[in-house]
């Protein structure tokens, strides 16, 4: 029998049991959203302020990071189901492969999003751009990149970020 959160044409598989990456989360990501029904589809720089909240071990891991106008963010979309290959999104209904859209529902619920980078606060990193909600666990934080060179834009004012870093 279909669960009832099914949608029409949704193909839901039996999974095996998950290989261990051995992810460890960095922190959390703190949003005025609670509630996926408020959450934006896709963040914009005209969002709210968010704040990536890094576990204290982390925060050595962001000097330099503040050469960066935008960077990109890692999150683990915990509340996802992870066993759909086909999905019918409630906002058109048609029915398209799991790896064609970027729906929290997927098999490794990661979440990337290029925001802005505000400012730092210790080891909080105050951005624009995000979509996820309060307490997401965050995965990663990179600098963002351009077509063929790991050189990125820089905040207006700021030093050039490194050369030849990747
Ligand atoms: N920007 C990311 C991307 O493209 O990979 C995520 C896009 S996804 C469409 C954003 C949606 O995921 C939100 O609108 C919300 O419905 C849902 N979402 C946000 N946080 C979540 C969480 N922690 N667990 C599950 N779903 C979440």
Not at 113 to 130: H, K, Y
């Amino acid at each position: 029998m279909t669960p009832p959160d099914i949608r029409p044409n949704e193909i839901v598989v039996q999974l095996t049991p998950p290989d261990d990456a051995q992810l460890r989360f960095i922190g959390r990501v703190r949003t005025p959203w609670r509630d996926r029904s408020q959450c934006p589809r896709q963040g914009s720089v005209e969002g709210p302020e968010c704040r990536l909240c890094l576990d204290p071990v982390w925060a050595p891991a962001l000097a330099g990071l503040e050469a960066y106008a935008r960077i990109e963010v890692l999150y683990w979309l915990d509340q996802s189901r992870r066993d759909l290959v086909t999905q019918s999104p409630r906002l058109d209904g048609v029915t398209t492969g799991t790896f064609s859209l970027r729906s929290p529902v997927r098999p490794n619920p990661i979440g990337t999003a290029l925001v802005q980078l505000v400012r730092i606060d210790g080891c909080e990193v105050v951005v624009r751009g995000l979509d996820c909600l309060d307490g997401t666990p965050l995965l990663d934080i990179k600098p963002d990149r351009c077509a063929y060179s790991p050189r990125a834009l820089a905040k207006p004012g700021a030093e050039e970020p490194p050369t030849g870093h990747s």
